[in-house]
């Protein structure tokens, strides 16, 4: 017998953002609540579909397990520390946004990023 997968599919979108929400990351399930907060968030600042989509997913570990909850935006490869829900909404506006990463905010540049 021969059963054929589907092929998955998916919106297109112009970034991805992954949440770590791990045990490690946030003690108190902080990361988790910002992951479910998403949404509603993105839906309002309008990047839940369209051009400006942005994906979201929740990761199990960065292995960076200091000051979370922590997040990653790709392909922009910038990874946020500290992110409470004042800086989400920082991030959001400035960087999902408007395009311009939150600076002191961010812990580490991916290798594309580096010298920006």
Same mark, same amino acid.
């Given at each position: 017998m021969s059963s054929e997968l589907e092929k998955p599919k998916m919106m297109d979108y112009k970034r991805h953002?992954?949440?770590?929400? @791990?045990p490690r990351c946030t003690e108190e399930g902080e990361s988790e609540e910002l992951f479910s907060m998403l949404a509603e968030k993105f839906k309002a600042a309008g990047i839940d579909n369209g051009e400006m989509r942005v994906k979201r997913t929740?990761?199990?570990?960065?292995?960076?397990?200091?000051? @979370?909850?922590?997040i990653c935006v790709q392909p922009d490869g910038i990874w946020y520390y500290n992110v409470t829900e004042e800086n989400l909404d920082r991030i959001i506006e400035q960087h999902l946004v408007g395009g311009l990463p939150v600076e002191d905010l961010i812990y580490h540049r991916g290798p594309e990023c580096a010298s920006a």
């Amino acid at each position: 017998m021969s059963s054929e997968l589907e092929k998955p599919k998916m919106m297109d979108y112009k970034r991805h953002m992954l949440v770590c929400v @791990g045990p490690r990351c946030t003690e108190e399930g902080e990361s988790e609540e910002l992951f479910s907060m998403l949404a509603e968030k993105f839906k309002a600042a309008g990047i839940d579909n369209g051009e400006m989509r942005v994906k979201r997913t929740r990761t199990s570990c960065f292995a960076t397990c200091k000051s @979370g909850p922590i997040i990653c935006v790709q392909p922009d490869g910038i990874w946020y520390y500290n992110v409470t829900e004042e800086n989400l909404d920082r991030i959001i506006e400035q960087h999902l946004v408007g395009g311009l990463p939150v600076e002191d905010l961010i812990y580490h540049r991916g290798p594309e990023c580096a010298s920006a």
